[in-house]
């Protein structure tokens, strides 16, 4: 099994910044694009930011020039670094990465438990 902890979380003030790592653990025999995904004020789960284990990354439109992912395949971990937060930034930020255990067993996605940031004004 694969598991995600994530870490990091925590209340700054508007215009700060915070640092999510994300690492994931178990018996991992291949594991793919790894992304943080948020949820805020009741909306639907949606993309922060992935990368790729070539390092080819994608951003959601509203954390493009502030937020930075970057990845270590040595540790199998991805570290989000979120710049100039707003308050509309404030939710729940879910580590996910598709993994397998095995070369026979099926791949699927992995969801870390989530961990809350909070940005005040």
């Known amino acids: 099994q694969v598991q995600l902890v994530e870490s990091g979380g925590g209340l700054v003030q508007a215009g700060g910044s915070l640092r999510l790592p994300c690492v994931a653990s178990?018996?991992?025999?291949?594991?793919?694009?790894m992304g943080w995904y948020r949820e805020t004020n009741g909306n639907e789960r949606e993309l922060v930011a992935s990368?790729?284990?070539?390092?080819?990354?994608i951003y959601g439109d509203s954390v493009k020039g502030r937020f930075s992912i970057t990845r270590d395949n040595t540790k199998n971990a991805i570290f989000l670094q979120m710049n100039n937060l707003k308050t509309v930034d404030t939710g729940v930020y879910y580590c996910?990465?598709?993994?397998?255990?095995?070369?026979?067993?099926?791949?699927?996605?992995?969801w870390g438990q989530g961990t809350q940031v909070t940005v005040s004004s």
């Open positions: 996910k990465a598709p993994a397998t255990w095995s070369s026979y067993a099926k791949t699927q996605d992995y």
């Open positions: 178990g018996s991992i025999w291949w594991i793919g694009r």
């Open positions: 990368i790729s284990s070539a390092d080819s990354t």
